[in-house]
């Protein structure tokens, strides 16, 4: 089995920069508009500079490499191998060979009902596992992920919510918008994934004693706030200020056996009343740490990631995807493209294509502030 094959490029003109991947794809040898041998699948991610020329860009992609299936989305940034591109107009393409019957492109479902009905068969098999993009805008996309992952054996999606300033648009063989959209591999398509919430845990998990909405009023009984001060060593006289973008409240996944959490934001403090405010829904009995994230979490975080991985492949990625948080990349990890140079560092030159997401896909979970590693075997 090959490597796949990928490019990616920065340019004002989208021309241009199909131009450059496609010189990087080397189709030396192959007739236009011909696939090389067992090319079937293609993944492109644009920045949203790009994000209205998406349906020519996939157009003249598939024609200039004969490969007949795509799918991608757009992002405020990409990732290629060893590279991030933000805030700039760039693309990433990356084309595999996969065993006919072995993966079925489904375009936009939205809702219960469309997700219930949606065909994953992949030929003669059923869906293994599914890749996903959707748009952040449309309803209830957590519930979505649950909804879709049930429909697939392992249980299992990895994905990413578009992010963008020009349009959430979604490929997937045709360009649309609104819910989700992908691809379903059949068990016989061999991939390796693994998360990086880019945090380590601040003291012991409380129990969420007294909340109401997405207000944490009481922790084991005492308030929120004054074990929010103990558990991150902070006084009573001390600015709570320093505590924004470091301190997050990480919430307990319920049936988990790993001891998973998703994290979400602090967005409110009540010194008076002694309450937080979290990004999400608070619920009595729940279980909710405090956790720190900052250039050292983050970058020991993903060696442990990074070392699971590595430590279960028996070979050679063919390829892999990768999506990661919008607060993450360079900014986080303390460089322009440290943290996709990580994984290089660790694997190799994998060819890898992805994006910078509104949120992350992950098993059955939406998560934020994490990245989502997914490797073709």
Partial sequence: M???????????????????CLSQLDAAGNAAGEAADGENLGFLYVTDFFAEALPDISRHLAAATGVGHWVGTV????????????????????????????FRVFGTVSGAAQLQSLDLQCGAAPASIALVHADPL????????????????????????????????????????????????????????????GCSPVGAAHEITGAQNNIVVELDGRPALDVLRADVGIGAAEDLAQ??????????????????????????????????????????????????RDQDTARADMARMLDSIREGLYTAPRGALY???????????????????????????VPLAGFFCNGEI????????????????
């Fill in 2 to 20: 090959k490597r796949f094959r990928y490019g990616h490029a920065a340019s004002a003109d989208w021309r241009k920069a199909v131009a450059a």
């Fill in 75 to 102: 992002g405020m940034g990409i990732c290629a191998t060893g590279t991030e591109y933000l805030d700039e107009p760039a693309m990433a393409v990356m084309i595999g060979d996969f065993p006919a019957g072995s």
């Fill in 138 to 197: 449309d309803g209830d996309i957590a519930k979505q992920v649950r909804l879709l992952a049930k429909r697939t054996e392992s249980g299992f999606l990895v994905g990413g919510l578009a992010s963008s300033r020009n349009g959430n648009v979604l490929l997937a063989d045709t360009v649309g918008s609104g819910g989700m959209s992908g691809v379903a591999f059949s068990d016989a398509v061999t991939v390796a994934t693994r998360l990086t919430q």
């Fill in 243 to 292: 505590l924004g973008g470091q301190i997050f409240a990480g919430l307990a996944v319920p049936g988990s056996d790993t001891g998973d959490y998703v994290v979400r934001n602090l967005i409110g403090i009540d010194p008076a009343n002694r309450l937080i405010a979290i990004g999400d829904v608070a619920r009595k009995g729940q279980r909710l740490r405090f956790c720190r």
């Fill in 323 to 349: 999506y990661s948080c919008l607060g993450r990349g360079g900014a986080l990890f303390g460089g322009k493209s440290a943290e996709l140079a990580m994984i290089r560092d660790a694997l190799g030159e």
């Fill in 362 to 377: 992950s098993h059955n979970r939406l998560y934020g502030y994490t990245g989502v590693l997914t490797l073709f075997l």
